[in-house]
């Protein structure tokens, strides 16, 4: 069975500090995906990226980026110099068997940043 | 525009009421979500449907159903609303075989049951 936890519940950092938040993951698939969505205060949920099981390579976007380690079974996300803007609730996610019919996006329970100024 | 959209965006309702929510795309997905959200709970998945055929229960079906009328569309209804049905919900797509995998969400229906 597939299963996602964010053990960070709430995190209060002060603007311009860098912050992780951990995701680990459990999984049987060989093939797998994950995903980190952001659900800003206005409530809509934003794609923030994909990371195929294949695929180990550390990923950097701007002030984001995300260390996927299989062998700790972990799929962290930082935002270094963080701002007010980055606060929000944020969500990991896993999806096993892409190519079938059943694949579904489990979720994490999300940890909410606050970034204070 | 959206690519996807719910209506309505909030509601509020009695219990023993039958609610209906809809969802409509325009990013010409195959595949479509419904899930609600709870506080510290994350997003449960109440249905999907891949095609307009098909049409299966999720984790938390219980008390829900759904009507897949078109790809495009995609409804949800609690055929008698109960308090605890009280919650953020939304609806998602993805494209299926062939394409990537992850959802795209609409902007959420704020559920109250009183």
């Known amino acids: 069975a597939q299963k996602v936890t964010q053990a960070q519940t709430e995190i209060s950092v002060v603007e311009k500090e860098d912050v992780t938040l951990d995701c680990v993951y459990e999984?049987?698939?060989?093939?797998?995906?994950l995903f980190w969505y952001k659900q800003p205060p206005s409530g809509e949920l934003v794609f923030l990226i994909r990371?195929?099981?294949?695929?180990?390579q550390n990923e950097i976007s701007g002030r984001y980026s995300w260390n996927f380690q299989k062998s700790t079974s972990s799929f962290n996300f930082t935002i270094t110099a963080s701002q007010v803007v980055d606060s929000a609730v944020y969500f990991c996610?896993?999806?096993?068997?892409?190519?079938?019919?059943?694949?579904?996006?489990?979720f994490g329970s999300g940890t909410r940043l606050s970034i204070r100024p | 525009d959206a690519d996807v959209t719910q209506t309505p965006r909030n509601r509020i309702t009695k219990t023993g009421k039958r609610i209906m929510l809809e969802c409509s795309q325009t990013?010409?997905?195959?595949?479509m979500y419904w899930y609600r959200q709870d506080p510290g709970l994350g997003l449960r998945l109440i249905y999907y449907?891949?095609?307009?055929?098909?049409?299966n229960k999720g984790e938390i079906s219980d008390g829900y159903s759904v009507s897949r009328q078109a790809q495009a569309k995609f409804s949800l209804s609690l055929e008698s609303a109960i308090p605890n049905q009280t919650a953020l919900y939304f609806c998602?797509?993805?494209?299926?075989?062939?394409?990537?995998?992850?959802?795209?969400f609409g902007p959420g229906t704020r559920l109250t049951v009183l």
């Open positions: 998602a797509t993805s494209g299926g075989a062939g394409y990537p995998i992850e959802q795209f």
């Open positions: 999984t049987r698939d060989t093939t797998y995906y």
């Open positions: 990371r195929n099981s294949f695929d180990e």
């Open positions: 996610a896993l999806s096993e068997a892409f190519y079938s019919s059943a694949s579904k996006i489990i």
């Open positions: 990013k010409g997905h195959d595949r």
């Open positions: 449907s891949f095609d307009v055929k098909d049409i």
